[in-house]
């Protein structure tokens, strides 16, 4: 007979995310918390209501997938293009610094050998501090009124560059961890999948256009743009071995300028996603967070991992914005920005996990330290843009 119960454990998921993100948001934190919070007090760690399945494994899949799309589609190319090279510089410190600090602080805890393999495992755990959420800096940043600055204007491109350069460089790792193939195989494979996205971006754009010009036909572009993401995350896994996300991420991209119903598209994805999909990836995630396997050690580079989490992008976009002639001020100001981490870290973890380059014990400790990074960044912002100089 057949069993019933992922629909039981569906609606669990629903809502129980809902439920404890619209707790957090009303103590002013992200929904995503909540949402965490959700899988790791109904999980294993918890009560043990909630079990992992195929079907949620997928669902959840899908999630990332569409939150990535809708991350590319989101994304203002005229804004990055604005502040030129500046956002650039910042971005660039912004995903090396963490990279290294929290790439290296995984290898001196867990590594007793200087191996390629390991060091691709610390890169990948690095690279899951490189990307920033900036929805919490631009709600703080809002509140008080900077966000038309240029200082606020900068440290928002900066964010959109840090995420493309924080896909390249998962696209890289993703690719190297592959294995049995040679390194040189694995990067001619990479930048064959930016010339295929080149080219077929060249083309969609084209298709994209035509369609939305009729008004009849703009009602379907969210479904053909659903198409196009799915298909770009397929071709990105199976025939360039690069994660599913990063083609994905680069459908919305491709879309974000191009067509004259990116909005309609944008806002019918959110609400696909949010609905069903996406909180189906935060329960997963917090399911996955076993704090019954969390032991001394484990503890111990929690702690640390989080004050690396935090310092690495203050010192990282902070030094980017000093080498672009900031002042010391806006320097402070757009590293603390940056440090919020929420979906796409998550995401990067999920698929270091997936590839088997993160270890699951470790989990919660990135989970905490993403948590922790989105509690401290608008109490150091407010604190710091209140006390100094006028920001400009």
């Not at 610390?122 to 709600?139: Q, R, Y």
Request: charged share 15%.
């Amino acid at each position: 007979m057949e069993s019933y119960t992922y629909l039981l454990l569906l609606a669990l998921i629903l809502l129980s995310t809902k439920v404890f993100g619209l707790a957090t948001e009303k103590i002013h934190m992200p929904q995503v918390v909540g949402a965490l919070l959700a899988g790791i007090i109904l999980g294993p760690s918890g009560f043990g209501v909630l079990e992992s399945t195929d079907f949620l494994v997928k669902t959840a899949e899908i999630g990332v997938i569409m939150l990535m799309f809708t991350a590319g589609i989101d994304t203002d190319l005229e804004e990055v293009k604005s502040t030129g090279i500046q956002a650039l510089v910042i971005a660039v410190a912004g995903v090396t610094v963490p990279l290294l600090l929290c790439g290296g602080l995984y290898f001196f805890f867990f590594m007793d050998e200087f191996t390629f393999y390991n060091v691709l495992k610390a890169a990948f755990v690095g690279s899951v501090f490189s990307a920033t959420s900036v929805s919490i800096t631009v709600e703080t940043l809002n509140e008080m009124g900077k966000l038309k600055t240029r200082t606020g204007t900068t440290l928002l491109s900066a964010a959109l560059i840090d995420d493309i350069l924080g896909i390249i460089v998962l696209s890289i790792l993703s690719g190297l961890s592959s294995g049995g193939d040679n390194p040189l195989m694995v990067m001619g494979r990479i930048a064959l999948f930016f010339v295929f996205t080149f080219v077929v971006g060249a083309v969609i754009r084209k298709v994209f256009l035509y369609v939305s010009e009729d008004h009849w036909h703009s009602r379907r572009v969210a479904v053909w743009a659903l198409a196009f993401c799915l298909i770009m995350a397929y071709c990105a896994e199976e025939l360039f071995g690069v994660a599913d996300i990063t083609g994905a991420y680069f459908a919305g991209l491709i879309l974000c300028n191009v067509t004259k119903s990116r909005q309609f598209v944008a806002k019918k994805f959110t609400v696909t996603s949010y609905m069903v999909f996406t909180p189906v990836f935060f329960a997963s995630v917090g399911m996955k967070t076993d704090l019954k396997t969390m032991n001394t050690e484990i503890l111990v580079f929690a702690l640390f991992l989080v004050v690396f989490a935090v310092l690495s992008k203050i010192v990282g976009c902070g030094l980017g914005g000093k080498l672009c002639r900031m002042s010391n001020h806006q320097s402070l100001v757009v590293g603390i920005g940056m440090v919020a981490r929420s979906e796409v870290a998550l995401m990067v973890a999920q698929k270091g996990i997936a590839a088997g380059m993160i270890d699951p014990v470790i989990l919660p400790a990135i989970v905490l330290s993403v948590i922790a990074s989105a509690l401290v960044t608008p109490v150091l912002l407010k604190t710091v843009i209140s006390r100094g100089p006028e920001l400009v």
